[in-house]
């Protein structure tokens, strides 16, 4: 598929992206990447707000599966304590390993399917050679020197990917 840096679309929060937005995409599927997307990687425990965002998509419709790098039991035990199905060492941007595994074990194409991460060379590289939809979401936070320098090297293309999706829309 294509191997693209820029995400299809920039959200400031996970919690920005609904369920609405999603289906007016033809998007059925959702991947979602753990760390510094859902909670820090400091903490397993969410925001009141992200969970009322994750009771509200769970009631939507919309399938989703948490398809995370890390091998921790953190990401198991929070999403077994939410019935939120869970691939870890899903070694994105390899989307071959984990992407490809959620697509294949819920039976849903590229298509109809998304993975919303705060990782440019993760999260957006893996979701796009996969040919998924991809959202990006600004990280929660980047608490050390290597996120941030991480940030920093993505700003290039966050900077495109805005001009392109503010291209579209006009």
């Not at 753990?34 to 909670?39: L, P, Q």
């Not at 953190?74 to 989307?95: E, S």
Request: with cysteine; aromatic share 10%.
């Amino acid at each position: 598929m294509a191997f693209s840096f820029l995400p299809d679309h920039i959200l400031p929060a996970l919690t920005d992206l609904t369920a609405d937005l999603l289906r007016e995409r033809g998007i059925r599927f959702l991947m979602l990447d753990f760390d510094n997307t859902v909670v820090p990687y400091t903490t397993d425990t969410p925001t009141e707000e992200m969970e009322a965002w994750f009771s509200s998509m769970q009631g939507s419709g919309i399938t989703l599966c948490m398809v995370s790098n890390s091998k921790r039991e953190r990401v198991k035990r929070f999403c077994d304590q939410r019935g939120i199905p869970c691939i870890r060492r899903a070694k994105k941007p390899f989307w071959r390993v984990g992407i490809r595994q959620a697509l294949l074990r819920f039976g849903f194409g590229a298509g109809e399917s998304a993975i919303v991460g705060d990782q440019i060379f993760t999260d957006t590289l893996g979701g796009n050679g996969a040919g998924v939809t991809t959202f990006l979401v600004t990280p929660i936070d980047n608490h050390n020197i290597w996120l941030k320098l991480r940030h920093v090297a993505e700003k290039p293309f966050i900077h495109l990917a805005k001009r392109r999706i503010s291209h579209e829309e006009h």
